[in-house]
């Protein structure tokens, strides 16, 4: 049974909340046999590179992921035989395009960006945002320099990020990325603290709207969302913690294949700490089940169902 001191926290006086919004950032196409086990191995599905948005007392906007890039000769050499596996893709509208689509010009009306992670079907075009300040989780500098496992670092852009404009957040406590902090990377302030069930959030803005969750395991760095949108509803952006949801409700696990190089893998680059993620994600959700609301990135799904609350529309 949830306490009573697992719930997540009531709002305080003068909370403030955010608007959250679907925002498009291009479609991949998966094979499934790569995500869950028992897939039927021929069926491909089509992702949705989510890119939620949201603004906070209407005036602080963050993209959270800036889905795939318009321009595919942008993406690095070592990417050119990944990405003709992924066919077809789709990348427009983007995330550019998208948040025109609701009068917004990215070039100037975007505060924040965040990268859940820096997988290319995530990074977007970082140009298109010249003004806002990028922040990622903690040793994504490094990892896009010197690559992760079963992702080298040729399958990185050479300039990825805005670095002048990019702060990692601090290692979460415990997490090996301290190991991983670059010269060039500046940290921000924050402090990473306990929120319901999660162990490691930060908030954002200090006013309890929007914390940061660290969800380690599918890429170094990768972290979630969660942003509070009323009294009684939250939005939980899971980010690629997994690619399919129904790993999130039990019914499916994720896939072991073969590496092509005698050995298995799966989509993570750190599989035991990517399923530790996916159970403080369950737990958290088992817990908060009549307020939160999940979404993970590539989920088909959920953007057929809930095409009204692509920006402009909100959840
Ligand atoms: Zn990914």
Redesign the pocket.
């Known amino acids: 049974m949830a306490s009573a001191d697992k719930q997540l926290p009531p709002p305080k006086k003068d909370q403030v909340y955010v608007d959250v919004s679907a925002l498009n950032g291009g479609w991949v196409t998966l094979p499934e046999k790569l995500f869950v086990v028992g897939a039927d191995p021929d069926s491909t599905k089509t992702g949705k590179s989510s890119h939620p948005k949201q603004g906070s007392g209407g005036r602080e906007r963050i993209v959270f992921d800036l889905g795939i890039k318009r321009d595919m000769s942008q993406y690095a050499d070592g990417m050119q035989d990944h990405l003709s596996k992924r066919q077809p893709i789709i990348n427009l509208p983007d995330t550019k395009a998208s948040l025109e689509n609701g009068g917004l010009d990215s070039t100037k009306d975007v505060d924040f960006v965040m990268l859940s992670?820096t997988?290319w079907d995530?990074i977007g075009m970082p140009a298109d945002y010249p003004n806002a300040k990028f922040v990622v989780g903690s040793g994504t500098l490094h990892t896009v320099t010197n690559g992760a496992p079963h992702y080298p670092a040729s399958m990185f852009d050479k300039d990825p990020l805005p670095l002048d404009r990019t702060t990692e957040f601090p290692p979460a406590p415990g997490s090996a990325s301290k190991d991983l902090a670059c010269a060039e990377s500046q940290q921000t302030s924050h402090t990473w603290q306990q929120i319901s069930t999660i162990n490691h959030a930060i908030d954002f803005f200090g006013d309890g709207s929007v914390y940061i969750v660290d969800a380690p395991g599918?890429?170094q760095g990768h972290m979630n969302l969660l942003a509070r949108l009323s009294s009684e509803k939250w939005a939980y952006l899971g980010g690629?913690c997994c690619h399919d949801s129904r790993i999130i409700t039990g019914e499916k696990e994720i896939a072991i294949y073969d590496d092509g190089h005698g050995g298995t893998r799966s989509v993570h680059s750190n599989l035991p700490l990517a399923k530790d993620t996916i159970a403080m994600i369950q737990e958290f959700i088992r817990v908060n089940e009549e307020k939160v609301e999940w979404i993970i990135a590539h989920d088909k799904g959920w953007a057929e169902k809930n095409q009204s609350r692509f920006f402009p529309g909100k959840l």
Request: proline share 0%; hydrophobic share 15%.
């Open positions: 992670h997988h995530h599918h890429l690629d």
